[in-house]
């Protein structure tokens, strides 16, 4: 036998050896969880929030963008909105009177993720170029009329796909890429402090697609990605994951910290949503209804109101779905309302007090949700 064909010999049985392992790890994970949140919930006599047509009403349309819109963010003092668009521009909106006080021309415009500073004061955008470009909205634009760039933070060998400032810190900022990693920046000198991934075993391995900064430790941060794992790292250690959660079976495009600190939820192309917690690594929900001929939309963007008993989740059919986060019930579902959006839920986004409901579409358009009816904020 000669030693190429031993070696494919000895891969392939590696190979099985692995995948069996991995058939009983998870048929483990299976046997731990006896019950989840609903069931436990259920048992306990509790009952479903209850949630009319108009209890969440589409109050304003933001239109301005000619392309897709990729992504979206609020401002921590709720009044603002910043959004990227397949149009190569990133615009800033008042959200109380839908005036746009911005319109950025980006150098690249396959932009895919946004973010404010958490002053207001500056937006950060990334995408198709690898770079993550930072725009102080205070800077006089150029002689073109455009708003200058005033950091391009490079070292990226893959797309970023998203891209948040650390808590209370306008110098920090954690980005995603296609090339594996996620990486902390220093705004101010425009260099990598750290790079999560990559090289160590314990990174991901497929495309990282989504990050978020856990609000009560901004120390720690999960990632998702393509592999089909989310990841928990902690920013004084980036050359092992603290975590890896299992249970998706397809790319796991959105992750966001539950307002505790202690969970997190995801959304993924399986259809499903799930909520995980961080410190026993346990899937403790799925989210996820039957699905008819057509297929299952993938989940593109989720966001938990402000005590966590309602996940908002935007699908790729134009479905945004409000579940009830301790029974996993829908219910609500904004794209069955009036005035909802005529393409897929792209991206997605509450403001920080809890009163209003951003979501954008494909369908160029960005739409605010406000609560009526009995409820002025999301509880």
Known sequence: ??????????????????????????????????????????????????????????????????????????????????????????????????QKTHAIKLPCAWVMTCAFSPGGQSVACGG???????????????????????????????????????????????????????VLWDITTGLRTSVFGGE??????????????????????????????????????????????????????????????NRFGTGSDDGTCRLFDIRTGHQLQEYSRPYGENGVPHVTSIAFSISGRLLFAGYTNGDCYVWDTLLAKVVLNLGSLQNSHDGRISCLGLSGDGSALCTGSWDTSLKIWAFGGHRTTVT
Request: with cysteine.
């Open 1 to 98: 036998m000669s030693v190429l064909a031993e070696l494919k010999e000895r891969h392939t049985a590696a190979t099985e050896t692995l995948n069996g392992l991995k058939d009983k790890l998870k048929q483990k994970r299976l046997l731990l969880l006896d019950t989840d949140v609903a069931g436990y919930a259920r048992s306990q006599g509790k009952t479903p929030v209850t949630f009319g047509p108009t209890d969440l009403v589409c109050c304003r349309t933001l239109q301005g963008h000619t392309g897709k819109v990729y992504s979206l963010d609020w401002t921590p003092e709720k009044n603002r909105i910043v959004s990227a668009s397949q149009d190569g521009r990133l615009i800033v909106w008042n959200a109380l009177t839908s």
């Open 128 to 182: 198709l170029d690898s770079v993550c470009s930072i725009f102080n909205l205070n800077s006089p634009n150029n002689k073109d009329g455009n708003l200058p760039v005033s950091r391009m933070l490079t070292g990226h060998k893959g797309y970023v796909s998203s891209c948040q400032y650390v808590p209370d810190e306008e110098t920090h900022l954690i980005t995603a890429s296609g090339d594996q990693t996620c």
């Open 200 to 261: 160590f075993q314990s990174g991901h391995t497929g495309d990282v697609l989504s990050v978020s900064i856990n609000g009560s430790n901004s120390r720690m941060f999960v990632s998702s990605s393509c592999d089909t794992t989310v990841r928990l790292w902690d920013t004084r250690v980036a050359s092992r994951a603290v975590r890896t959660f299992h249970g998706h079976e397809g790319d796991v495009n959105t992750v966001r910290f539950f307002p505790d600190g």
